[in-house]
């Protein structure tokens, strides 16, 4: 029996994930993924604009006039939503959990696939892979990933991308559209990384709260690490101690940058009490202007 409170939760990112998707990201989720391949459908006589690679000479010959050949999209694909449910999800100063905010990033990507015909599927990992759900197709399915994003307790609290993409690589056999949902707290994972962008179109969605950069004079705080549980006392008053943390965050930061960057892949980034619509739609435009 699912609880009220989790079934509220998901018919509100239901109704607005779903809006978002009739509304902002209209037309712009189909133009930015290219299908299998190309499909012939059919031949037509030759129109002003058509592209002359395209005349059938033999068709032509038949007919005294020029033919050309039409190709059809092959329009269905498989999209995979990896997601990191390690414990530093459940981290969140902006009146949301970066877990929340993976949840819904997770729900627009569910519907504006099905709405294009293509299937979802959900790889869930912290320190090992916890969950798969097969790719399908129609909007229950959608409400089960949702579902699963928002209400699945995992068995840790760790966090090992590599383990995640090596499963992720056995069982995507064909090439498919990979979304590896992340606040990348991690190391080790490059390799895996470049094996599964040999065969198969990987954009990073980077998800983060402002609060692991900077850190506001609120006087004695305890900090948990939400993966170890080790728990540590500071004087957030201190300016000195203030401007050491952002000093190490953000050298931190700069590392995972670059290993990022060198990965060679695009990457969304988002922030908790941010809109994430914005940064949706600027990614669907450069992949569609770069296919263009």
Known sequence: MIPKELLRKIRRI???????????????????????GMEFEEVRQYQVGDDVRTIDWNVSARCGEPYVKVFREERELTVLLVVDLSGSQEFGTQQQLKRELVAEVGATLAFSAIKNNDKIGLVAFTD?????????????????????????????RGTNIAVALDHVSRIMRRRGVIFIVSDFQDEGYDRQLRILRRRHDVILVHVADRREREMPPAGLVELVDQETGRRLIVDTSSARWRAAFARVTAEAAEAQDRRLRSAGLDCIRLRTGESFVDPLVRFFRTREARRR
């Open 128 to 156: 090992h892979v916890e969950k798969f759900v097969v790719p399908r197709k129609g909007t229950g399915h959608v409400l089960r990933v949702i579902r699963e994003l928002l209400a699945f307790q995992p068995s840790s």
């Open 14 to 36: 239901e109704i607005r994930t779903s809006h978002l998707v009739n509304d902002a990201l209209a037309g712009q989720y189909h133009s930015a993924f290219k299908g299998r």
